[in-house]
């Protein structure tokens, strides 16, 4: 009788120390270098990089709409032409015009 009592105390007493173990083995694992904060770390720079790619595709629709107007029109596609080569026609002139300086008050 005594023996099968022994062999249930050592029982219970490795399940206690095999459960210990993992226990700590979880506890360093999880705030580790790859441990939770690092989880939580990828997560924000997902939501980061989704935000990104949200404004790019933004961008992009942008960009798409533009490029649709210049295919229909060629007064349009003249002007972005002459706008970003900064051309003119014969006999057109350009004014550059500078507001002043804003009066500071004494």
Do not use: C
Not at 10 to 32: D, E, I, P, Q, S
């Amino acid at each position: 009788m005594r023996s099968s009592r022994a062999i249930q105390v050592y029982k219970r007493f490795g399940l206690v120390l095999v459960a210990t173990m993992v226990g700590a083995y979880a506890a360093v694992n999880l705030t580790g270098q790859q441990g939770v904060s690092a989880l939580f770390g990828k997560w924000n720079e997902l939501e980061r990089i989704q935000h990104e790619n949200a404004a790019l595709a933004g961008k992009l629709e942008e960009r798409k709409e533009t490029l649709r107007i210049l295919k229909g029109s060629p007064v349009q596609q003249e002007l972005e032409i002459r706008r970003r080569l900064k051309r003119l026609r014969k006999g057109e002139k350009i004014y550059d015009v500078h507001d002043p300086e804003p009066e500071t008050v004494k």
